[in-house]
C-alpha cells in the first residue's frame, strides 16, 4: 500500500466515524506523551486502517508530517497532514 493510500484511509475512517484529527491522535499515540513516533503510527495505522506499512514507508510519513524535525509527529503536524 502506497503512504498516501494510507493517509487517504485515516481521512476516511475520520469523516465515516467522526473522529477528529485530535482523536486520531491520542487513539496513535498510544504511549500519551504528546508525540507519535515510529512504532505508534505503524500500529496506529494498522489498527485503524487495517493496513502493514513497511518501517521505509513509516519513515517517509514521519518525515513527510514532521515539520520541526524531532522524527516525530505532533498534534499540530497532523492536523496539517490530514486538512
Known amino acids: 500500500m502506497a503512504t498516501s493510500e494510507a493517509l487517504e484511509k485515516l481521512k476516511d475512517t475520520m ?3 467522526g473522529k477528529t484529527v485530535k482523536d486520531l491522535f491520542e487513539e496513535i499515540d498510544t504511549n500519551g506523551d504528546g508525540t507519535i513516533n515510529g512504532p ?7 489498527k485503524i486502517v487495517g493496513d502493514s506499512l513497511t518501517p521505509g514507508q513509516i519513515s517517509m510519513i514521519i518525515t513527510a508530517f ?4 524531532d522524527n516525530r509527529i505532533d498534534v499540530m503536524e497532523l492536523r496539517n497532514a490530514l486538512s
Open 66 to 69: 514532521d515539520t520541526n524535525g
Open 40 to 46: 505508534e503510527l505503524y500500529k496506529g495505522i494498522k
Open 15 to 17: 469523516s465515516r466515524e
